[in-house]
């Protein structure tokens, strides 16, 4: 476990490999209502894909649910980013940088646990 998770926030599930059947199925287990969006980004990677004949839509679109799953298997890492993400409508511009801060640590964190780094 890498230093950005808290000691005891141990994750809902492993972290599946970076395929197709076992990002739907993580995304099933932590996130359920995002399976529509899910869906849909992987039709519009693959059309992508074929449009630029280049396979870096399909990647990015593995690296991009991975790190969604990253973060989503670890409750209070989403609960976190959900709080920044509410805090960049605060009226406060240090609360918003603050917030920022925040969001990229957690989203980088899981970029990189995508990564194997």
């Known amino acids: 476990m890498t230093a950005e998770y808290p000691q005891g926030d141990e ?3 492993p972290m599946p490999a970076l395929s197709l059947p076992a990002l739907r199925q993580a995304i099933a287990a932590v996130a359920p209502s995002r399976l529509p969006e899910f869906f849909q980004e992987i ?3 693959f059309t992508q894909a074929g449009d630029e004949d280049s396979v870096f ?3 990015h679109f593995y690296q991009r649910w991975g790190a969604a799953i ?3 298997r670890r409750p209070s890492v989403a609960a976190r980013l959900h709080a920044a993400e509410r805090a960049l409508a605060d009226p406060d511009p240090a609360v918003r940088d603050q917030a920022v801060r925040e ?3 957690i989203v980088q964190a899981a970029y990189r646990e995508v990564a194997g780094d």
């Open 57 to 59: 839509p399909i990647r």
């Open 70 to 72: 990253a973060i989503g």
């Open 43 to 45: 039709q519009d990677a």
């Open 103 to 105: 969001a990229a640590e």
């Open 11 to 13: 994750p809902l599930i």
